[in-house]
């Protein structure tokens, strides 16, 4: 037991070291998505000047006297069209980054992503069994296709932790292959169902490839308190997560709840991840990439690496959702489509890399 303490001090100190001069990078990322955030909204059919968008959101605060010399249809395409979506594209891609993070540390694989334990495929039952029956359009307000979406997705991660769970423990290797075979059985059903409802099929596609184009800003309050939650949940948990890159045994030894810890950060991931995904459909990629790219510049400290995959997921997918409204325009790639093309060949490079090991 000694030993084992020792070793894991040794390995705390030691990122702790490692992290002290990186933490200046996340002011750097925090400019970033501010500076994105300028670009995004600037651009798109009617091409807005960065200067000209500043002064609009400075007239906008209280304290502030400016006389408007813009079209009112500038304000309405900045502030109700354009800005709900970027922020929304940020909010998703630091979900789907933080989610992905805590994922490949908890299995301590650099392959794992958001949707490992079935959130996709319980997301996309929900919506598809949404548009596929006569059902409202709202239910107390909410969207029903988000809200069945973000059902779907949680009661599956809880089946798949209920079906993974050995007596009083949870071993990773069971959890794994429990979402692996729910997500294959949730997935024929979808596809069973896309073919039955064969009429509904362009607007099932264009969920299951992600998008952010009804983006408003009843969406982006509904999911801010999940991710923001879900997020502060898994950054707490940093420090622990850090001793989990131990053997389960050692972690235990050091004085870690190794199962409370378990179901917290599935917990709260599942959580972020389905937030995301109710509101955007499944975009691929950003939880594998963003996290796995992150490690290998800044290493594995979960301290600096959950923050820094937020910010930098944020980045990402704002930038890609540009593109993807702005390549082709006036028509409009599916922003997973884009994070796709982006993340195939990082995807190719992460199973042929073997020359520096991360975990």
Known sequence: MAGSASIGSLVVDRLKTRGESRWPYLALGTVAILATMVIAVAQGAVAIPAPLLLEMTWARLPFASVNPS???????????????????????????????????????????????????????LGAVLAMSLALPVAVLGLELVPLAAFLGALATVALVYLIGRVGRTTPMTTLLLAGVALGSFFSSVTYTLMLVESNRLHATFSWLLGGLYLSNWQQVLAISPYVAGGTA???????????????EEQAQQLGLDVDRLKLFLVAAASLVTAAAVSVAGLIGFVGLIVPHLVRLIWGPDHRFLLPMSALIGAVFLMLADTLARTAFAPNELPVGIVTALCGVPFFIYLLRQKKREVF
């Open 70 to 124: 813009w079209p009112a249809t500038f304000e309405t395409i900045v502030f109700e069209i354009r800005l709900p979506r970027v922020v929304l594209g940020a909010l998703v891609g630091a979900a789907l980054a933080t989610a992905g993070a805590t994922y490949q540390g908890l299995f301590r694989n650099p392959l794992a992503d958001p949707y490992l334990l079935g959130v996709a495929s319980g997301a996309a």
């Open 233 to 247: 949940v898994i950054w707490l948990c940093a420090r622990a997560l850090n001793v989990m890159q131990l053997e």
